[in-house]
């Protein structure tokens, strides 16, 4: 047994994290070159899988962690790092006996049974916040459809990233926005003054221009984007015009064959001339079509909207 590893040993040691009701696959490679090195030397009764791969490691200065999502290569693990201390491999803290040979052998499963049988309460809000705040884990999701849908697309896990500022700005850099326009193209309104105030207007970056509507055509009238492609609208923002004629009650709408309310009728907290306004949305709603309903204005004749923006998630 002694002489058993002669050569480099490569450790997989499968885990699942949750946050929230987030649930990502990790897995750690342990490497061993040492060639009088055998894992029957080692044995703990610990309380968390960590400590029992610590204590290996210090033992051995060229153990090495790495981190994997969906099986992705994330980067090393560099030895103070301290995202992982909490996590538990049983529901309470009675400790447990485990050693290298078996962790080789059986792999952390056999340890672990209970620990998979509670994904959900594995990791608090503020780790959630620091995964999703780290780089090299941030573009994994963002890359990963089924992180996204455990993550950006679960209602309680996306709102403890858009109640975070640093996080929720992360999460406007990266997500699907309408771009800058220069036509009418993909643009969903209802009817407009003339072409000099399109739809387009509203997506053209210029807060010089603005879309407005006809007279006496605020109830009913809309301004929003086709997306072509199904998206979880979180966020919409816009700005209101130099003029007393500004959205007052609205309606978030999305399009899935229908169209259908994200919101119920809501008033604007900002109406006054080239205030901005930005609604959350806390559910998730998904779509491929999204836009403003107007219910009525600041002016009882003209509606007018300088910018909107849609900030989503593809689902």
Known sequence: MQKLFKSKIFIFILGFVSA??????????LIANDVGFTPLDTHWEVDNVKDALDDLRSKKNNLQYYLYLDGAKVREIPSNENLFTNINCEENTSGFNIDAWNIYTTGINDYCKVYFNSLDNRIQNSSL???FKDDNYNNQIFKSSSLRQRILLNKDNRNTIINDSEALTLLDKKSTKV???????NVVYGSRYDATYSGYRAFDGNNSTRFASPANSVNGNYIGYNFNKNISVYKVYWMNPTLSENIKTFKIQYYDGSWKDATTTLTASNTSNSGTNTIFLNDIYVGSQWRIYIISSTSSGYVNVVTVQFYGVDA
């Open 20 to 29: 929230v009701g987030i649930t990502s696959v990790f897995a750690y490679s």
């Open 129 to 131: 916040l620091e995964v």
């Open 179 to 185: 771009p800058t326009l220069s036509s009418d193209t």
